[in-house]
């Protein structure tokens, strides 16, 4: 990835997303509708994320630069100054925030099948589910 202008905390949170493949596939595999209107008109957490992804995946050996994230800088937290440095814990809960109100959103809840992950962000960066499937 590319670090232009202090966006190196982005980099890391984002290089970190991509290493936990199941959280990838969850993202890869949900019911959201890609591009969706929010992507269109301005950012959709999932879908840009789902686009990193596939660009990571088909990955030719050209650099890649996160341009919807730094674009959308501030979307992560108020405090956030674009081409600013910035911390990446911060970063991360702003991710996971975002991720957490749009798969919380009611109309895509309809569309799940029986077992399938309902909330990525919950399922995978909170306690019950690293204690249940990593710590025992």
Same mark, same amino acid.
């Given at each position: 990835?590319?670090?232009?202008?202090?966006?190196?905390? #982005?980099?890391?949170?984002?290089?970190?997303? #991509?290493?936990?493949? &199941?959280? #990838?596939?969850?993202?890869? *595999?949900?019911?959201?509708?890609?591009? !969706?209107?929010?992507?269109?008109?301005?950012? !959709?957490?999932?879908?840009?994320?789902?686009? /990193?992804? #596939?660009?990571?995946?088909?990955?030719?050996?050209?650099?890649?630069?996160?341009?919807? /994230?730094?674009?959308?800088? $501030?979307?992560? $937290? $108020?405090?956030?100054?674009?081409?600013?440095?910035? *911390?990446?814990?911060?970063?991360?809960?702003?991710?996971?925030?975002?991720?957490?109100?749009?798969?919380?959103?009611? $109309?895509?809840?309809?569309?799940?099948?029986?077992?399938?992950?309902?909330? &990525?962000?919950?399922?995978?960066? /909170?306690?019950?589910?690293?204690?249940?499937?990593?710590?025992?």
């Amino acid at each position: 990835l590319i670090n232009y202008k202090n966006n190196c905390y #982005m980099n890391y949170v984002l290089q970190g997303h #991509m290493l936990t493949k &199941p959280f #990838m596939y969850e993202i890869h *595999d949900s019911r959201h509708i890609i591009p !969706c209107d929010a992507h269109i008109v301005s950012f !959709c957490i999932i879908c840009t994320l789902h686009s /990193f992804f #596939m660009s990571m995946v088909n990955y030719t050996s050209q650099a890649l630069y996160v341009y919807k /994230f730094v674009q959308h800088t $501030s979307l992560f $937290s $108020s405090s956030f100054t674009i081409f600013k440095p910035e *911390d990446a814990h911060e970063f991360l809960l702003g991710v996971i925030n975002l991720l957490e109100r749009k798969f919380d959103d009611s $109309s895509l809840l309809s569309i799940y099948k029986p077992g399938q992950v309902l909330n &990525p962000a919950k399922a995978f960066f /909170f306690m019950p589910y690293l204690k249940h499937h990593f710590l025992v």
